[in-house]
């Protein structure tokens, strides 16, 4: 297996992503959030295993069992994790209580595998069988 990826590369894709589904949430409201949601969840399906944000800052998703593009299977498996606690918002208003405190609890659990495990590997990495790693730029 290929080294960790650079945690900061890590945190400013997720960023990107987010910003995305941000982006999708307020153009086309009521119906963007999904789209977000949906966009978060099978992005690492795109672009040889990159979301947008993992495209743009060099970084991409490998299935850890033969080091190949993940499919959408494993963008959502992986993707989950962070998607999921989103969708607490609908439930009229209790969603936003859960959505901050389910969220907060996993993705803080997500940061920390992220920053102690030495493969690098998040909850979604390792139920989806999957590792970041960075691309290799050319020179």
């Avoid at 969220?103 to 992220?114: L, S």
């Amino acid at each position: 297996m290929d080294k960790k990826a650079n945690v900061l590369h890590r945190f400013i894709a997720k960023a990107i992503d987010l910003l995305i589904f941000g982006f999708l949430s307020e153009m086309f409201y009521p119906y963007g959030y999904i789209a977000g949601v949906l966009y978060l969840l099978i992005a690492d399906g795109f672009f040889d295993g990159a979301s947008l944000g993992k495209r743009l800052i060099g970084l991409k998703v490998t299935t850890g069992i033969d080091n190949k593009q993940p499919e959408f299977k494993e963008s959502i498996i992986r993707n989950s994790f962070i998607a999921v606690p989103l969708l607490f918002s609908f439930i009229p208003l209790l969603g936003y209580f859960l959505l901050v405190v389910i969220g907060a609890v996993i993705y803080a659990a997500e940061i920390y595998f992220i920053i102690k495990s030495p493969e690098g590997d998040r909850l979604g990495d390792r139920f989806a069988f999957t590792h970041v790693i960075d691309v290799p730029r050319n020179k």
